[in-house]
């Protein structure tokens, strides 16, 4: 959280962790196949959402690039699998998070030299030069034809992870590992320094931070988080294409966080379970789910512009001013 929590909030606060955990541990198992592939894809884009509220939401930084992370995740798995032959799990992913790590530090060190409008136009910018040398370099990345036959990984365990709910709690343990590191991130001495800058930039100069580059890191971690979810995700389709690391990839995720809310921990969360239900289940009956998806964006920037959660929070809140 941005705020800081009293000990019986935070209890309290643990409890709905707990309960929010148990249900996506419980439920799997007598839903569809079909419904737990959805339930993945949620927690896969979860991941990638959260990531990019650690810039949104912490520096208050706008990136409409952020899907070159997902993208550069996604691909190097797949080049190492499908062209390299390597099937060691760890290894690739390893090498796909270096590699995001890599891209946010030359993105970063070029976006973070501009500020405002700028920074926004440039992050945009290096992201659709990713997505052409995705979509043209065919010899190597399959043009828009795209790279098939990576296989899920195989641990020589009882249960195959080609299964669905099995990859489901694959994915699930790394959901939990993301959730808990970017948690402690947000509420460490360096996560408050995040949301010192983002309120007053110029006062956190004049005590004597180096706010650029906090912001540096800040955009680094978002990076690697990013590759994370895109590399989870390659694993689950099988395939790859240059949609990985498209604008509109990079215009889901804000919305996202902005739906869920960006000041609020666990919005981006809720956020990627609003737009991808949306995206799974209204867009089988009709083609027009991105309009509806708009829709819901301009009610909530009229009548609750700190998003779902924030919104909820803020009814719990003033309930309780009112109830006492």
């Not at 606060?13 to 198992?29: D, R, S, T």
């Not at 499908?82 to 799990?89: E, L």
């Not at 379970?273 to 309009?291: A, D, H, N, Q, R």
């Amino acid at each position: 959280m941005v705020n800081i929590l009293s000990r019986a909030q935070l209890m309290r606060y643990g409890a709905y962790v707990l309960v929010g955990l148990a249900v996506f541990l419980i439920v799997p198992q007598f839903i569809a196949s079909y419904y737990v592939l959805i339930w993945a894809e949620i927690l896969i884009y979860a991941i990638f959402a959260l990531s990019f509220n650690m810039l949104m939401g912490y520096t208050g930084l706008l990136s409409l690039g952020h899907a070159a992370f997902f993208g550069a995740g996604g691909y190097t798995v797949a080049l190492l699998v499908v062209k390299g032959g390597m099937d060691n799990f760890w290894l690739c992913i390893f090498i796909a998070l270096l590699v995001s790590a890599l891209l946010g530090l030359v993105f970063g060190y070029l976006a973070l030299r501009t500020t405002g409008i700028y920074f926004i136009i440039i992050t945009l910018a290096l992201a659709q030069m990713l997505w052409a040398l995705a979509w043209r370099w065919r010899s190597l990345t399959g043009g828009d034809d795209g790279l098939p036959g990576i296989d899920r990984p195989d641990f020589g365990l009882p249960w195959s992870l080609e299964d669905t709910t099995n990859y489901y709690y694959f994915i699930l343990v790394f959901f939990v590992l993301s959730l808990f590191i970017l948690y402690r991130i947000s509420r460490s001495p360096f996560g408050r320094t995040l949301v010192g800058i983002r309120e007053n930039e110029p006062r956190m100069q004049a005590l004597g931070y180096n706010t650029w580059r906090y912001k540096y890191v800040c955009f680094i971690i978002a990076a690697v988080f990013g590759g994370l979810a895109g590399v989870l995700k390659v694993y689950q389709d099988g395939f790859i294409s240059p949609t990985y690391c498209s604008m509109m990839t990079s215009a889901l995720v804000v919305l996202m966080a902005l739906i869920g809310g960006t000041r609020v921990f666990t919005g981006p969360i809720l956020g990627a379970g609003v737009v991808w239900i949306i995206k799974s289940v209204v867009s089988s009956y009709t083609e027009y789910w991105t309009l509806i998806l708009g829709i819901l964006m301009v009610v909530i920037v009229m009548f609750a512009p700190q998003g779902i959660v924030g919104y909820l929070a803020q009814l719990k809140e003033r309930y309780g001013t009112l109830k006492g």
